[in-house]
Nanobody, 127 residues
Framework: QVHLVESGGELVQAGGSLRLSCAAS????????MGWFRQAPGKEREFVAG???????????SVKGRFTISKANNKNNAKSTVDLQMNSLKPEDTAVYYC?????????????????WGQGTQVTVSS
C-alpha cells in the first residue's frame, strides 16, 4: 500500500512563493516517476510538473520558469519526497494540488496513467 501525504498549501498573495512537499512511503521507490497535478473548482485535474526516475523534469507551459520540481529518496528507496517550489504565484494557480506516483520510470501528463494519489493540499493565491 502506497501512502502519499502532501503539505505546504496555504493562502498567499499574488507574486508570492510556496513550497509544497509530498512524503511517499509504503514500497520501494526504485524506478518510479513522481508528479504534481492540480484541480481548480469546476475544472478537470491537470498535470503541473513531473520528474522521472532518472531526474528529467517536465512542466506544463503555464508554470515553466516559475515552478521547480525536485525529489529525494532515502538510502534504500523505502521513502521518497517530492517537492514543488512555486514562485511568482498568480491567482490562476489557485487549486487543490495533488502528488502522484506511477509504477513506471517515465513521466506522462495524463491523470489516468498515474497509480497512486495523495489527498491534496489547497493553494489559494489572492490578487
Amino acid at each position: 500500500q502506497v501512502h502519499l501525504v502532501e503539505s505546504g498549501g496555504e493562502l498567499v498573495q499574488a507574486g508570492g512563493s510556496l513550497r509544497l512537499s509530498c512524503a511517499a512511503s509504503g514500497r520501494t521507490f526504485s524506478s518510479y516517476a513522481m508528479g504534481w497535478f492540480r484541480q481548480a473548482p469546476g475544472k478537470e485535474r491537470e498535470f503541473v510538473a513531473g520528474i522521472s526516475w532518472t531526474g528529467e523534469t517536465y512542466y506544463t507551459d503555464s508554470v515553466k520558469g516559475r515552478f521547480t520540481i525536485s525529489k529525494a529518496n532515502n538510502k534504500n528507496n523505502a521513502k521518497s519526497t517530492v517537492d514543488l517550489q512555486m514562485n511568482s504565484l498568480k491567482p490562476e494557480d489557485t487549486a487543490v494540488y495533488y502528488c502522484a506516483t506511477r509504477q513506471r520510470t517515465a513521466v506522462v501528463r495524463t491523470t489516468r496513467d498515474w497509480d497512486y494519489w495523495g489527498q491534496g493540499t489547497q493553494v489559494t493565491v489572492s490578487s
